[in-house]
């Protein structure tokens, strides 16, 4: 090789390892000047084109370099880390496999390949590349910290600690090794650990793109909202085109209620990721939010294409209902997704499927199905459905409001679309008999969801400590009646009630509670239901009882925005906080509006 081509291209090699890419460039461009077909310049120069996102030239540079020598299995992994980044990853992996079908040695490769697996949800795989990766070099820190990623979601934190220590080990001065460490922390919800792990990381690296937004993540968890805003704009500075960036701001945004600053960070999201399901999901909610529907609704699509969480049917081989024009006569299978409240809230536009002549099957949980019994003689309701060959169409719940192109002005709801099972209903009415006082039902806490980690935030937002509904004991002529179901909540009550609700006017009915029918029969026998934003809330109001809920600053998306009222129910009040995580004022008002509730309850006796 030509001495001064060899200098340039070890030179230029040296550069492309600190990242220095502006001090590479010139150094191959004058190699390839000297040697215009020289395969490793060609490779070189894709790789800077591909790390600045000009994809096109990184491609062109790339493809040269594997047409001077196709036995290259460098060239095809780097082409095959072009395309993950382009986000074609089945064709990614093809890449791959050539380069290890060239070099079965070739660590990179399968490391990489294991990344493009992670991403397609084929973790188990993933695992299995990168632990041959590790076999073939075990000093290659970067497979280490990427087996740690799969780890991290398998929640395996234990040894992906273990992993992520083990690549700081091997390189130290890794940026993305501590960030990697830190996003297991951050999975934990040991957000000071993780905090100063992002920080190492950006000591190392204060350029570091990742690092600015995963430091926003953390302090947006820890209640930092306007610095987590900063965090992700310096993010996004210093790399524009990063798409995660832009959705963690939206979500900031979002929590402060900026819900136009919101929309425009996940428009530019979705500008830079086409395919950003996540992005077009969270801006539903902020339309649905403000009450735009029909935009909002459409978008709201988007959640059967969530990787976390997706939208899976068993039920694919039946045509999906698009539309209203052709349902009459036509067997119509309906299924219940997301939450228990989700399928109370939205069970309501069955029956206007069945004035429409359509006959129905309504797949929902066990839980509730005794209750979905009630809306309509004429639904059949079952908690599995194995036969589909008689099915013309089929629809998750919640994409009936878009089919029925819902707007506020046509939600429908009329006053009880619910009704509770008389015999248990009698039952209750038997058991409160002696009990003259306001009766009203109690709901704290949402409960805690182990499988939905994404959730624990606003879990933590939307909950009420028992300590801090407990200064409702102290008002009088009011029975209060515990529908808290659910741990830890639940055990809570059990176990602290003496201290922290010592009074005799709290009565907990929860252990008679088998199912929603058993719920909705004592609601029924209740004078009212205060609740925070819960499946109990959303019972009590689709059975017509006066329903409190108190709700959260930054408010799911079906309250709307800054209203005391609900185009959803007719019987629901909700409570606002004016300010993120603060109860006390909510409660003074309901204590208040109680007051007055119970004198009045005294005077009709």
Not at 481 to 495: I, M, N, T, V
Request: net charge negative; aromatic share 10%.
């Amino acid at each position: 090789m030509n001495p001064q081509l060899a200098f340039l291209l070890n030179k230029s090699l040296d550069y492309l390892r600190e990242s220095n890419l502006d001090a590479a460039e010139p150094l191959l461009l004058q190699a390839l000047s000297i040697e215009s077909n020289n395969p490793d310049v060609l490779r070189f120069l894709g790789i800077i084109y591909a790390q600045r996102k000009d994809y096109t030239q990184a491609l062109k540079y790339l493809e040269a370099a594997i047409k001077i020598n196709p036995q290259n299995g460098i060239a095809h992994s780097n082409i095959g880390n072009l395309l993950f980044e382009l986000g074609q990853l089945e064709d990614a992996l093809i890449s791959y496999d050539t380069a290890i079908a060239l070099n079965p040695t070739y660590a990179e490769a399968w490391s990489n390949k294991g990344n493009a697996l992670y991403e397609l949800q084929r973790y188990e795989e993933a695992l299995g590349h990168h632990d041959r990766a590790i076999a073939l070099n075990p000093s290659y820190a970067e497979a280490w910290s990427n087996k740690g990623l799969v780890l991290n979601h398998l929640k395996d934190f234990e040894n992906a600690l273990a992993h992520h220590d083990k690549a700081i080990s091997l390189r130290p001065m890794s940026a993305k090794a501590w960030i990697n460490k830190g996003m297991a922390y951050s999975e934990l919800e040991q957000h000071e650990d993780a905090l100063t792990l992002y920080d190492h990381a950006l000591i190392l690296n204060p350029d570091f793109a990742e690092a600015w937004t995963n430091k926003g993540n953390v302090v947006f968890a820890l209640g930092h909202l306007d610095e987590s805003i900063e965090h992700h704009q310096h993010a996004i500075q210093l790399k524009p085109n990063y798409a995660q960036a832009w959705y963690n701001l939206g979500i900031s945004y979002c929590a402060l209620k900026r819900h136009q600053e919101c929309i425009a960070a996940y428009d530019q999201a979705i500008r830079l990721k086409s395919d950003y399901a996540m992005a077009y999901w969270n801006k539903s909610l902020v339309e649905l939010t403000i009450g735009d529907f029909r935009n909002g609704w459409q978008n709201f699509e988007a959640r059967a294409f969530i990787k976390i969480n997706p939208l899976k049917s068993s039920y694919n081989s039946i045509p999906r209902l698009q539309n209203l024009l052709d349902v009459k006569g036509k067997k119509i299978l309906i299924w219940s997704e997301q939450g228990l409240g989700d399928s109370i809230q939205f069970c309501r536009y069955i029956p206007e499927l069945v004035k429409l002549g359509a006959n129905v099957t309504f797949v929902t949980p066990l839980t509730l199905a005794v209750l979905m019994e009630s809306l309509s003689e004429k639904i059949q309701i079952i908690s599995e459905c194995h036969n589909l060959s008689d099915f013309a169409f089929q629809a998750p719940l919640m994409s009936l409001p878009l089919i029925f192109k819902t707007e506020l002005a046509s939600i429908p709801n009329s006053n009880a679309y619910l009704g509770a099972n008389l015999t248990k209903k009698k039952m209750w009415a038997e058991k409160l008999a002696q009990h003259h006082l306001l009766r009203v039902g109690l709901v704290w806490n949402g409960g805690f969801r182990p499988e939905q980690p994404e959730m624990w935030a606003i879990n933590e937002r939307r909950n009420i400590p028992l300590e801090i509904i407990a200064r409702l004991q102290h008002l009088t002529n009011i029975e209060f009646y515990s529908l808290q179901k659910g741990d830890p909540a639940e055990s809570e009550l059990e176990q602290n009630k003496s201290n922290i609700w010592p009074t005799n006017n709290l009565f907990n009915c929860v252990p008679e509670l088998e199912d929603f029918s058993d719920t909705a029969a004592l609601i029924s026998n209740l004078d009212l239901v205060i609740s925070v934003d819960t499946s109990t809330a959303h019972l009590a109001a689709a059975l017509g009882k006066p329903t409190w809920i108190l709700n959260r600053y930054d408010t799911c998306w079906r309250w709307l925005e800054d209203r005391a009222d609900s185009p959803w129910y007719k019987s629901v009040r909700l409570y606002r906080q004016k300010n993120s995580g603060e109860w006390g004022e909510v409660l003074e008002q309901v204590e208040r509006d109680l007051k007055i509730l119970a004198q009045k309850h005294d005077q009709d006796i």
